[in-house]
């Protein structure tokens, strides 16, 4: 298997709503001017540097944003030009959310089980239903019609709709999730949770625990994981409640390797001997204490919201944020990381500021898909980065991004016109088909 990051290309109407509680980042920038065409070229610009260290790179698409189609739902009736003026005069703040570019994050957009991990031998992938938040809840049906077009292959993949019942089964994607594995060992999957939907659990004061235990669960069934090599940890209250509303923004694990926050689970230390006893010696971890590096630089300078690779010489790198170099608590961690014994040799810091501002590190913006051979070559879309793909897709950001968006400009219909031509665009260079509502036989158009 050769793991490939599918990084999600930012979208047109990529803007700073203060929309998610709980997410720090996103609530502190709120309202301020945005920069889609800067914000696109820069997770563009990490695509490309992932891809030359010899990592498998691919991409996903945005989604049509604002989407007319969940205001309509919400009663906004007439051409799309009267619902979105309509909402602007009525509902500003729900125009807002449906605004909202969030889909950049694909860390959450599903969780994934390779087909080496699967009693079916089939890759499988549930795409989130991102139900504790409503601007990211109305990603799924969309994110579900991307993953069934790119991976259409039932034989080798099996793409799951998201999971039923609401706030019950709320899932929050791989931002939860953790695959682990050593030379020698099966794979351990790590799919933690906040809150319990039935059971009496401590949880959370100050935010909210946006993923249940029950969707943990449900999601080790649907990918038919191994029961004994399947973990359900705890996300620890007190680091949910300094910000860490999902687990890789206190750790982040990649092969035999684990770096986290003490305040990342519940007795850390426990699931750390468990995870010793079940992968053996080739297993190693870092933990950063209280004293070490406090949790509310973690959540402000992301150094867990990195990338971990494995290169093609069996050494790992870690991308950072450049904020994780500027904080002087995180930039001494993650040279500790490098300096121990470990698979980690290095640590490269990039410019993703535009997704930093809204909360959003190097890890939030990829989704992590290992494929053999067989199933690489099944996928007949061009998603798979190259220096060709790149320059057509700078090329497509550069002509139909705008350079500067504020709050004020999502009440434009232009802006809506916008955004579903360059989608229409994209899903040519891409080789999608009519993955989008809008491309649907009698939609609506402006």
């Not at 991990?117 to 994110?143: G, K, S, V």
């Amino acid at each position: 298997m050769r793991e490939y990051n599918f990084d999600g290309l930012v979208g047109p109407t990529h803007n700073y709503g203060g929309l998610s509680v709980g997410n720090l980042a996103s609530t502190t920038h709120g309202g301020q001017a945005s920069y889609p065409r800067e914000a696109a070229l820069q997770g563009l610009e990490k695509m490309r540097f992932v891809s030359g260290l010899g990592v498998g790179q691919a991409v996903l698409p945005p989604q049509p944003r604002p989407s007319l189609r969940t205001l309509r739902m919400l009663g906004f009736t007439g051409s799309d030009e009267e619902v979105i003026t309509r909402a602007a005069r009525e509902a500003e703040h729900l125009l807002r959310l449906t605004s909202s570019a969030a889909a950049m994050w694909t860390a959450n957009a599903a969780t994934c089980a390779p087909s080496a991990d699967t009693a079916d031998q089939r890759l499988h992938l549930t795409p989130a239903n991102l139900q504790q938040m409503f601007h990211r809840a109305i990603e799924a049906e969309t994110t579900h019609s991307v993953l069934r077009a790119i991976f259409s292959d039932t034989a080798r993949f099996a793409v799951h709709a998201p999971l039923p019942g609401g706030g019950h089964f709320a899932d929050e994607g791989a931002a939860n999730h953790t695959r682990l594995a050593t030379p020698g060992h099966a794979a351990v999957h790590l799919l933690a949770w906040g809150r319990s939907s039935w059971k009496d659990i401590s949880g959370p004061k100050r935010f909210p625990a946006r993923q249940t235990l029950e969707a943990s669960q449900a999601l080790a069934r649907l990918h038919k994981l191994d029961p004994e090599r399947t973990l359900f940890p705890q996300q620890h209250p007190e680091g949910i409640d300094s910000g860490a509303f999902h687990t890789d923004v206190v750790a982040v694990g990649n092969g035999g390797f684990l770096m986290l926050h003490e305040l990342a689970f519940v007795d850390a230390p426990g699931l750390l001997r468990t995870l010793r006893e079940k992968l053996g010696e080739g297993f190693t971890s870092i933990t950063a204490s209280q004293a070490e590096l406090p949790v509310q630089d973690a959540v402000k300078a992301y150094p867990f919201n990195s990338q971990v690779l494995t290169l093609p010489d069996g050494s790992m790198a870690i991308i950072a944020p450049v904020e994780s170099r500027e904080l002087e608590t995180t930039r001494r961690f993650l040279e500790r990381v490098v300096a121990e014994e470990n698979p980690v040799k290095a640590v490269h810091y990039l410019d993703v500021r535009q997704s930093m501002n809204n909360g959003g590190g190097p890890a939030c913006l990829r989704q992590r898909i290992s494929l053999t051979d067989a199933e690489r070559a099944a996928v007949k879309a061009n998603v798979f980065y190259s220096p060709t793909l790149h320059e057509a897709l700078a090329a497509w950001v550069k002509k139909h991004y705008r350079e500067a968006l504020y709050a004020k400009d999502l009440q434009d219909p232009q802006l809506a016109r916008e955004t579903m031509t360059a989608l229409d665009e994209l899903t040519r260079i891409l080789q999608l088909g009519s993955v989008y509502d809008f491309q649907q036989a009698g939609a609506t158009v402006l």
